[in-house]
């Protein structure tokens, strides 16, 4: 994945105003993802993967929020000082995003084909009988079978996944070389999401377009991403290659990610007790000095709870925990 | 062998759409289309499916939260099906639900405490001092500390609402809980907890778990049996063992492919079983093998005749004609 990155994302920070003062939501987010690569970013609620998405998009609500630090290269280009306008141009013809509802993104009181044609005459200028040719063609694309006869119809005649399969369809409408997938097929299900992944790479591979697949899902991170970052309370705690980073984890939190779920792979002997994290994800008003992780970490020593330790980077494996100093290549 | 804590026989839920028309002819929804399920004292039945399947609709029947068309229902040997009023009231005791959503099922202006006592004070269990004494009990075994009582819902986490649903169903000392989804809400590093606490309760207290959940990864880790249910019909039964290792309708080869694998990642995404479309509707199913319209391996037969539910090695059933026995060992049509 050598070369340019299509967008790199450098010391991104957000910040919320509320009546407890204000919450560092992102806290030096540094992500990439090159041309034909698809970037996984993995964690808990809370944890800042969608707002990430959105200060890309520069789609921060603003007031409350504000992105406060930070550069966003799309192709050298920083988004963050684009006009409005421009960024207007960007959204939806070059970084499109796919949202989690299938249900509650399209609008219900238009046809599927008359919200796929708006996006049509906005970035590309086609109207009429033009733009619903291709429509229909973007709908074929997705494999949606009788496309001229789903052109005509409601978002509630169609089941769930023909539902993420239109948001696609739109999000292709212009194609993007970047789309932001926030966990595209969470509310799916599994022969479904199976369906939708294929897709997905098709297209990507297609298109030679750069993915970020936002997603809780380890397996999905697995089959899907070349990369992954791991983030926790507004940072990206660890990052590093797929294979390297389930097979080899640094970060304590990414280890108990992975431990915590029942593994269908094992084998049918003896059952014992899951792996726990304990605690919860701390709320954006509690975040302290040092380590987010600290509270809930097993390996917590001093340093942890009074500063955040640096990256440390080894072969390409960024990880960010006081307890890996040895490995500072 | 005793008699099983729950026996269900032939329950058909079916729900009659409205018409708009009335001389359209009747339509009805087959959610639950004939299902036969036992389940022992003490284990747990994990039931999986995809949504639509008629999970819910069959876990609410069991519970008689849901009116039944037909079939039979008995729980410890009693038929509940037929018992209204008061004896059902009664009976309502003995079997628990733990609902899916965390957040919905939970009054948002009661104090915790009066939640979890609510099934004490509406089925008359107890005198005051009991019951408090009782609350403060279940907050322990649930891993929530006693001056949380006195919050609101909303001043818990997800985990920890899921908790107080759980104390809930606990409070009237039930014997069967049916767990409806109960961690798919949560989060990953969230779900550990409260499977743990479910497996910890029932080795402590006997319960019997109809678990249902559509995430074969849960229900590989909870259940001892396994019934696999698709639009209406229990397709496959059998042994966790059993299934895990030798799962035989290709519906259930298909769900069990399709979950993706952290160690398998990509390679195994490409060996994967594709299902092609969506599951047909429960209002008019198809006549023939209800997965037939989906399935890869199907022939003339699957599409025009129903298939049976047959015992193809001792305690696995299956609902296939493809499935073929050879020296006693059935095989998969799929492989």
């Given at each position: 994945m050598a070369g340019e990155p299509l967008l790199s994302v450098e010391g991104l920070c957000v910040e919320f105003k509320g009546a407890r003062g204000i919450a560092r939501?992102?806290?030096g987010v540094s992500l990439s993802v090159a041309a034909g690569e698809t970037l996984g970013i993995v964690g808990e609620s809370g944890s800042g993967k969608s707002m990430t998405a959105l200060a890309v998009l520069r789609l921060v609500p603003d007031p409350p929020g504000r992105i406060s630090a930070g550069r966003v290269l799309f192709r050298g280009e920083d988004l963050l000082q684009a006009s409005t306008p421009r960024m207007r141009d960007i959204r939806g013809n070059k970084i499109s995003m796919i949202f989690q509802e299938p249900m509650t993104s399209?609008?219900?009181?238009?046809?599927v084909g008359a919200q796929i044609c708006e996006t049509l005459t906005l970035h590309l200028g086609l109207r009429g009988e033009a733009a619903r040719r291709r429509s229909i063609e973007l709908l074929k694309d997705v494999r949606i079978p009788a496309a001229e006869q789903r052109f005509?119809?409601?978002?509630?005649?169609?089941?769930g996944g023909m539902r993420q399969r239109v948001m696609i369809a739109m999000a292709m409408a212009c194609e993007p070389s970047l789309l932001i997938a926030d966990e595209?097929?969470?509310?799916?299900?599994v022969t479904v999401q199976a369906q939708i992944f294929d897709l997905l790479r098709e297209i990507q591979k297609a298109r030679g377009m750069g993915l970020i697949l936002i997603t809780h899902d380890m397996g999905a991170i697995a089959e899907m991403a070349d990369r992954v970052a791991v983030m926790y309370g507004g940072r990206v705690v660890e990052e590093g290659t797929t294979r390297d980073v389930l097979d080899h984890p640094q970060h304590p939190y990414t280890k108990g990610l992975i431990a915590c779920v029942p593994d269908l792979?094992?084998?049918?002997g003896e059952r014992h007790a899951l792996t726990e994290i304990p605690?919860?994800?701390?709320s954006v008003w509690d975040l302290q000095q040092g380590c987010p992780f600290a509270d809930r970490?097993?390996?917590?020593?001093?340093p942890c709870r009074t500063s955040m330790p640096a990256d440390v980077v080894s072969n390409g494996h960024r990880v960010a925990c006081w307890q890996r100093p040895g490995e500072r290549a | 062998m005793t008699s099983p804590m729950l026996q269900i026989n032939d329950l058909r839920v079916h729900y009659r759409r409205r018409r708009?028309?009335?001389?359209a002819p009747v339509q009805a929804?087959?959610?639950?289309?004939?299902v036969s399920l036992a389940v022992e004292k003490g284990r747990t039945l994990g039931l999986v499916g995809e949504s639509g399947c008629g999970k819910t609709s069959l876990a609410r029947a069991i519970l008689r939260l849901t009116p039944i068309t037909g079939g039979s229902i008995s729980l410890d040997g009693t038929r509940i099906d037929a018992l209204d009023g008061g004896a059902l009231r009664q009976m309502r005791r003995r079997m628990q639900y733990i609902f899916q959503d965390p957040y919905s099922s939970?009054?948002?202006?009661?104090r915790a405490g009066n939640i979890v006592q609510s099934p004490l004070d509406v089925l008359g269990i107890g005198d005051a001092g009991t019951r408090a004494a009782r609350v403060a009990e279940l907050f322990g075994a649930v891993g929530?500390?006693?001056?949380?009582?006195?919050?609101?819902?909303?001043?818990?986490?997800g985990g920890q609402r899921q908790r107080l649903n759980i104390a809930r169903a606990l409070a009237p000392e039930p014997e069967l809980i049916v767990c409806d989804?109960?961690?798919?809400?949560?989060?990953v590093a969230i779900r550990s907890q409260i499977l743990n606490l479910l497996t910890r309760l029932q080795a402590e207290r006997g319960l019997t778990y109809l678990f249902i959940s559509h995430d074969l990864g849960v229900v590989k880790h909870m259940a001892d049996d396994v019934a696999v249910m698709y639009l209406g019909q229990i397709v496959e039964k059998a042994s966790r063992a059993a299934f895990f290792s030798r799962p035989l309708h290709p519906y259930s080869r298909a769900l069990l492919s399709a979950v993706p694998s952290v160690k398998g990642g990509r390679s195994v995404a490409a060996q994967r079983i594709k299902l092609a479309g969506d599951p047909p509707s429960p209002i008019k199913p198809?006549?023939?093998?209800?997965f037939a319209p989906r399935c890869?391996?199907?022939d003339a037969r699957c599409h025009e005749e129903m298939p049976q539910l047959r015992?193809?090695?001792?305690?696995h059933w299956v609902r296939c004609h493809r499935v073929e026995i050879e020296n006693g060992v059935p095989t998969s049509p799929l492989s």
């Amino acid at each position: 994945m050598a070369g340019e990155p299509l967008l790199s994302v450098e010391g991104l920070c957000v910040e919320f105003k509320g009546a407890r003062g204000i919450a560092r939501v992102l806290n030096g987010v540094s992500l990439s993802v090159a041309a034909g690569e698809t970037l996984g970013i993995v964690g808990e609620s809370g944890s800042g993967k969608s707002m990430t998405a959105l200060a890309v998009l520069r789609l921060v609500p603003d007031p409350p929020g504000r992105i406060s630090a930070g550069r966003v290269l799309f192709r050298g280009e920083d988004l963050l000082q684009a006009s409005t306008p421009r960024m207007r141009d960007i959204r939806g013809n070059k970084i499109s995003m796919i949202f989690q509802e299938p249900m509650t993104s399209l609008n219900p009181v238009f046809t599927v084909g008359a919200q796929i044609c708006e996006t049509l005459t906005l970035h590309l200028g086609l109207r009429g009988e033009a733009a619903r040719r291709r429509s229909i063609e973007l709908l074929k694309d997705v494999r949606i079978p009788a496309a001229e006869q789903r052109f005509d119809e409601y978002p509630h005649q169609l089941s769930g996944g023909m539902r993420q399969r239109v948001m696609i369809a739109m999000a292709m409408a212009c194609e993007p070389s970047l789309l932001i997938a926030d966990e595209p097929t969470t509310a799916l299900d599994v022969t479904v999401q199976a369906q939708i992944f294929d897709l997905l790479r098709e297209i990507q591979k297609a298109r030679g377009m750069g993915l970020i697949l936002i997603t809780h899902d380890m397996g999905a991170i697995a089959e899907m991403a070349d990369r992954v970052a791991v983030m926790y309370g507004g940072r990206v705690v660890e990052e590093g290659t797929t294979r390297d980073v389930l097979d080899h984890p640094q970060h304590p939190y990414t280890k108990g990610l992975i431990a915590c779920v029942p593994d269908l792979d094992q084998e049918v002997g003896e059952r014992h007790a899951l792996t726990e994290i304990p605690g919860v994800v701390p709320s954006v008003w509690d975040l302290q000095q040092g380590c987010p992780f600290a509270d809930r970490c097993d390996e917590a020593i001093a340093p942890c709870r009074t500063s955040m330790p640096a990256d440390v980077v080894s072969n390409g494996h960024r990880v960010a925990c006081w307890q890996r100093p040895g490995e500072r290549a | 062998m005793t008699s099983p804590m729950l026996q269900i026989n032939d329950l058909r839920v079916h729900y009659r759409r409205r018409r708009l028309n009335p001389f359209a002819p009747v339509q009805a929804v087959h959610a639950v289309d004939g299902v036969s399920l036992a389940v022992e004292k003490g284990r747990t039945l994990g039931l999986v499916g995809e949504s639509g399947c008629g999970k819910t609709s069959l876990a609410r029947a069991i519970l008689r939260l849901t009116p039944i068309t037909g079939g039979s229902i008995s729980l410890d040997g009693t038929r509940i099906d037929a018992l209204d009023g008061g004896a059902l009231r009664q009976m309502r005791r003995r079997m628990q639900y733990i609902f899916q959503d965390p957040y919905s099922s939970l009054n948002p202006r009661a104090r915790a405490g009066n939640i979890v006592q609510s099934p004490l004070d509406v089925l008359g269990i107890g005198d005051a001092g009991t019951r408090a004494a009782r609350v403060a009990e279940l907050f322990g075994a649930v891993g929530l500390r006693p001056e949380q009582q006195a919050l609101f819902p909303h001043q818990f986490s997800g985990g920890q609402r899921q908790r107080l649903n759980i104390a809930r169903a606990l409070a009237p000392e039930p014997e069967l809980i049916v767990c409806d989804e109960p961690v798919s809400a949560l989060d990953v590093a969230i779900r550990s907890q409260i499977l743990n606490l479910l497996t910890r309760l029932q080795a402590e207290r006997g319960l019997t778990y109809l678990f249902i959940s559509h995430d074969l990864g849960v229900v590989k880790h909870m259940a001892d049996d396994v019934a696999v249910m698709y639009l209406g019909q229990i397709v496959e039964k059998a042994s966790r063992a059993a299934f895990f290792s030798r799962p035989l309708h290709p519906y259930s080869r298909a769900l069990l492919s399709a979950v993706p694998s952290v160690k398998g990642g990509r390679s195994v995404a490409a060996q994967r079983i594709k299902l092609a479309g969506d599951p047909p509707s429960p209002i008019k199913p198809p006549p023939g093998c209800r997965f037939a319209p989906r399935c890869p391996v199907a022939d003339a037969r699957c599409h025009e005749e129903m298939p049976q539910l047959r015992d193809t090695a001792p305690g696995h059933w299956v609902r296939c004609h493809r499935v073929e026995i050879e020296n006693g060992v059935p095989t998969s049509p799929l492989s």
